[in-house]
């Protein structure tokens, strides 16, 4: 739908009235990243949301990371536009399947990507994101066993990289980057032999994609595991006129394109959507502001055991 004239000013002028920051995740619709104070992934976003000084936190995003950021500040206010924007990935485990896991491995670290509940991160040692899961693994002592929940991709690409062997993955994952598949990646790369690629770690492609450099198709140091926001920086020293290749979910593509204008940047699988994260629409926004919901709460006895596992996460790979 057309955008009313005046939306972004409105969003603007009630966010300022309310002392309120808006914060969108790299796969939001390109207006409400546009309108947004601060866009990024998921860590830069946790990092924001904890040093704001604003009384309140609109997270146009999914509901884990309006949790994080609850977590992060319990006193401060935090709404989403729609509380039903879920997860897959942070729905493939339950605190309850988490706890029985920990009883199998006394003693083990438990590692939780941020795509987690509440309740999964209070059983947690240490969150991270795809930018910093390797620093995080690393920073556990080498003779501890690793717990690494709860996704089976990410959790293979940190495997390969610090060559951990008492590393355990749990077998979770994204529907929609798992959807990202190998026969995908390979058409593309056939199709543009030029062409640099850019995969998220979460992506039934990644290990394709090394293979793909391992079997000479592709240049080693054309293929590039990246977060979201690795993927920015990244674009801005991608080669003017080339092509890139980039696997993740579509939103991507409108800050890779606003970052590097003259590169052709084009999705491997264009009907990798997230439909939870498009739950956030303009019209949402606008309710949050005007109408202060959802507002996202977390019992306050989860929201202490987990807190000490995400402020970790933040501190780690600055
Ligand atoms: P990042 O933006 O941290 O790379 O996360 C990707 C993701 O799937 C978040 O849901
Ligand atoms: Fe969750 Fe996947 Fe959507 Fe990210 S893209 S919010 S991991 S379902």
């Given at each position: 739908?057309v955008?009313?004239?005046?939306?972004a000013?409105?969003?603007?002028?009630?966010?300022?009235?309310?002392?309120?920051?808006?914060?969108?995740?790299?796969?939001?619709?390109?207006?409400?990243?546009?309108?947004?104070?601060?866009?990024?992934?998921?860590?830069?976003l946790?990092?924001?949301?904890?040093?704001?000084?604003?009384?309140?936190?609109?997270?146009?995003?999914v509901?884990?990371?309006?949790?994080?950021?609850?977590?992060?500040?319990?006193?401060k206010?935090?709404?989403?536009?729609?509380a039903?924007?879920?997860?897959?990935l942070?729905?493939?485990?339950?605190?309850?399947?988490?706890?029985?896991?920990?009883?199998?491995?006394?003693?083990?670290?438990?590692?939780?990507y941020?795509?987690?509940?509440?309740?999964?991160?209070?059983?947690t040692?240490?969150?991270?994101?795809?930018s910093?899961?390797?620093?995080?693994?690393?920073?556990?002592?080498?003779?501890?066993?690793?717990l690494?929940?709860?996704?089976?991709?990410?959790?293979?690409?940190?495997?390969?990289?610090?060559?951990r062997?008492?590393?355990?993955v749990?077998?979770?994952?994204c529907?929609v980057?798992?959807?990202?598949?190998?026969p995908?990646?390979?058409?593309?790369s056939?199709?543009?032999?030029?062409?640099?690629l850019?995969?998220?770690p979460?992506?039934?492609?990644?290990?394709?994609?090394?293979?793909?450099?391992?079997?000479?198709?592709?240049?080693?140091?054309?293929?590039?595991?990246?977060?979201?926001?690795?993927m920015?920086?990244?674009?801005?020293?991608?080669?003017p006129?080339?092509?890139?290749?980039?696997?993740?979910?579509?939103?991507?593509?409108?800050?890779?394109?606003?970052?590097?204008?003259?590169?052709?940047?084009?999705a491997?699988?264009?009907?990798?959507?997230c439909?939870?994260m498009?739950?956030?629409?303009?019209?949402?926004?606008?309710?949050?502001?005007?109408?202060?919901?959802?507002?996202?709460?977390?019992d306050?006895?989860l929201?202490?055991?987990?807190?000490?596992?995400?402020?970790?996460?933040?501190?780690?790979?600055?």
């Open positions: 739908p955008l009313d004239a005046g939306w000013e409105e969003v603007r002028a009630l966010a300022a009235q309310q002392d309120a920051v808006v914060l969108a995740h790299n796969y939001q619709l390109p207006e409400i990243q546009d309108v947004a104070h601060f866009t990024g992934d998921s860590l830069a946790s990092r924001i949301a904890a040093e704001s000084t604003a009384s309140t936190i609109v997270f146009c995003g509901h884990f990371m309006a949790e994080t950021a609850k977590i992060l500040s319990p006193d206010t935090v709404l989403i536009p729609d039903g924007a879920g997860c897959s942070a729905d493939s485990i339950t605190a309850d399947q988490l706890r029985a896991w920990k009883a199998e491995h006394p003693g083990a670290v438990v590692v939780s941020v795509n987690t509940t509440a309740a999964v991160k209070a059983e040692d240490v969150c991270c994101t795809s910093n899961a390797v620093e995080v693994v690393e920073s556990v002592p080498a003779d501890r066993e690793v690494f929940l709860p996704d089976q991709f990410l959790g293979a690409h940190v495997r390969r990289i610090t060559g062997e008492n590393m355990h749990w077998a979770g994952e529907h980057h798992a959807g990202i598949s190998g995908a990646l390979t058409a593309q056939e199709a543009h032999p030029g062409a640099d850019y995969v998220h979460e992506c039934g492609c990644a290990t394709s994609a090394l293979y793909l450099a391992g079997a000479g198709a592709v240049p080693q140091e054309r293929v590039k595991i990246l977060s979201t926001g690795g920015l920086d990244a674009a801005r020293t991608a080669t006129g080339g092509t890139v290749l980039v696997a993740t979910e579509v939103g991507m593509l409108h800050q890779l394109r606003r970052a590097a204008p003259e590169v052709d940047f084009r491997v699988n264009d009907r990798a959507s439909h939870y498009k739950m956030i629409t303009p019209a949402k926004l606008l309710r949050a502001l005007r109408e202060g919901r959802d507002e996202v709460h977390v306050p006895e929201a202490e055991r987990g807190r000490a596992a995400v402020q970790r996460m933040i501190a780690i790979g600055q």
